[in-house]
């Protein structure tokens, strides 16, 4: 986490801002506190974009597509004013790295913890299409990796089904290279839910094998292997190799529905999963180590742009919250635990996702 530049906020709303978390084309996330003690990550459009009123209109649909979405293993939005001078959005802080800096760092998950996390996203895809949403940028640096469970999050360019609420016009990006189905690169039809198993599949396929399904060196090669080429699943095998490669058919129709995915990887539900311990070792003591740097952090107070504060925290950052912050896994041992309760935040993702080192995200008209 950086600290405050000059020229920076030192509050949005009613949160006192205590670092910059990770920025991008569209915004800055911030790492803010609100009055009563609550952490939270405040995501604030660049100012350029406020004079926009075709941009804040969509941002204004993004929230209003976030807010409806409340199920487990999503991250729901706590605030937000799309109306202020420089429209913001606030998020409860997340305890633990994206799918995609925690490969990048450790390498594949545990077969264990994939279940997990495809169970827990598969359940979060059923509760996101039962609103009539597609969230259509489903990817690695788009999950969380958590004690409490697997988070989906960033809903910015979420679409209802019905073409009523769409978040993107003309030259903005839907869909990131490698993870995009092939009828969102081409573009004929509707787009639906269908697009996010596909998404899932890959994801599923990156975290199991350390590696995406359809590897490439630049956008087009992404594109073109997506929409033409068989995936690449060696390191997959069993009932997980037969589900991604069934998520990955080129034909939306022949893919499985997330509601059946959950079931075949948790015919018990994905929490029940979470609560004996999911995590490896390793990612357990990273998150504690990162709620340490969190309290070294309030003991100092916010930085002043002199730069990194009290160790690496975060990265990039999406919407995210804490799934089921009430729900207390028991602590376990052994190769997944012991899963400590904490609410502290999510360590750096310091190594840069190998889906967002080279390609972008593509636009699609």
Not at 79 to 100: H, K, M, N, R
Not at 213 to 230: I, M, Q, R
Not at 247 to 268: E, F, G, I, Y
């Amino acid at each position: 986490m950086r600290g405050l530049d000059a020229g920076e906020p030192g509050e949005i709303g009613p949160y006192r801002l205590l670092g910059r978390l990770g920025s991008g084309g569209m915004g800055r996330v911030y790492l803010g506190r609100s009055a009563g003690g609550r952490t939270v990550a405040v995501k604030i459009v660049h100012p350029q974009f406020a004079l926009d009123d075709e941009f804040r209109a969509r941002f204004r649909r993004e929230v209003e597509a976030a807010r409806r979405v409340g199920a487990a293993w999503t991250a729901p939005v706590l605030d937000a004013d799309p109306e202020a001078p420089v429209p913001w959005v606030a998020t409860a802080y997340a305890a633990g790295p994206s799918l995609a800096a925690a490969v990048a760092r450790d390498g594949a998950l545990p077969a264990h913890t994939v279940r997990v996390l495809g169970a827990g996203l598969s359940e979060a895809l059923a509760a996101v299409h039962d609103l009539g949403l597609v969230h259509r940028d489903v990817k690695p640096s788009n999950v969380l990796l958590t004690v409490d469970g697997p988070l989906l999050i960033d809903f910015g360019i979420a679409r209802a089904t019905d073409g009523t609420a769409s978040l993107t016009s003309t030259g903005v990006s839907v869909g990131s290279p490698g993870y995009m189905a092939p009828e969102q690169i081409l573009g004929r039809g509707g787009v639906g839910g269908a697009a996010d198993v596909f998404s899932l599949g890959a994801v599923l396929a990156y975290a199991a094998t350390g590696a995406p399904p359809f590897p490439g060196d630049s956008s087009a090669a992404l594109l073109y292997k997506v929409v033409h080429e068989e995936p690449e699943l060696d390191g997959l095998d069993g009932e997980i190799r037969d589900l991604v490669a069934a998520c990955l058919a080129k034909d939306p129709a022949s893919r499985p529905a997330p509601a059946a995915l959950a079931r075949r990887l948790a015919p018990q539900g994905a929490a029940a999963l979470v609560a004996a311990g999911w995590l490896p070792g390793p990612l357990v003591e990273q998150v504690g180590r990162g709620a340490v740097q969190l309290l070294n952090l309030e003991a100092a107070g916010p930085a002043n742009g002199t730069g990194a504060v009290a160790g690496p925290l975060s990265g990039p950052v999406g919407f995210s919250s804490v799934s089921v912050p009430d729900r207390q896994p028991p602590s376990t041992a052994g190769a997944f635990g012991p899963p400590p309760v904490m609410g502290g935040p999510r360590d750096a993702d310091t190594v840069p996702p190998p889906a967002d080192r080279t390609p972008g995200k593509v636009s699609v008209t």
